[in-house]
């Protein structure tokens, strides 16, 4: 298992920034994704992006552009910096890790942090 501790959430204004990072510990290998997934009241959880340790990336549509996700992966850190933030944003971030496997496992979840974008 791999444990992951999220920081950056927070209460931001529309249009501003926020950083959230996501550092993972424990039994990790080389190979893995690690992102960031978001859960607003009453809605499921979805996908906001993805960065592989080989360096490719996936966003969900409305934040293409205005999001962007990196990785330090000798620190085992994954950052999804957050700008022109709007009033859809807001949810609970849970930061994501999936290992590169055989047999695959279920992935890895942090405890979320709530980003709250005030108009």
């Known amino acids: 298992q791999v444990q992951l501790v999220e920081s950056g959430g927070g209460l931001v204004q529309a249009g501003g920034s926020l950083r959230l990072s996501c550092t993972a510990s424990?039994?990790?290998?080389?190979?893995?994704?690690m992102g960031w997934y978001r859960q607003a009241p009453g809605k499921q959880r979805e996908l906001v992006a993805i960065?592989?340790?080989?360096?490719?990336?996936n966003y969900r549509d409305s934040v293409k552009g205005r999001f962007t996700i990196s990785r330090d992966n000798a620190k085992n850190t994954v950052y999804l910096q957050m700008n022109s933030l709007k009033p859809e944003d807001p949810a609970v971030y849970y930061c994501?890790?999936?290992?590169?496997?055989?047999?695959?496992?279920?992935?890895?979840w942090g405890q979320g942090t709530q980003v709250t974008v005030s108009s």
């Open positions: 424990g039994s990790i290998v080389s190979i893995n994704a």
């Open positions: 994501y890790y999936f290992p590169a496997i055989s047999p695959a496992r279920a992935p890895d």
């Open positions: 960065a592989n340790s080989n360096g490719g990336t």
